[in-house]
């Protein structure tokens, strides 16, 4: 499985490992579908119209605060 998978109908960038019920992701075979395993071709999008999904985006941030408050080495 690729690392992002792009929305290119609603122009959105998905995280694939914390997609969940409501990023509504089109299935593999579907045309307006994209995965893509390159940080900077996700960096070429977002300099362009798309955005992150902030189901899978934010899902991301509040784990590493998480982290932060619960620190140990
Ligand atoms: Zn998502």
Do not use: A, W
């Amino acid at each position: 499985m690729s690392k992002y998978i792009v929305n290119h109908d609603q122009k959105v960038i998905h995280r694939s490992s914390y997609v969940c019920d409501e990023c509504n992701i089109p299935p593999y075979e579907h045309q307006m579908r994209e995965d893509i395993e390159e940080d900077k071709l996700i960096h070429q999008l977002t300099d362009l119209t798309y955005i992150k999904c902030t189901n899978c985006f934010e899902l991301i941030l509040l784990s590493q605060k998480h982290d932060d408050s619960d620190k140990r080495i």
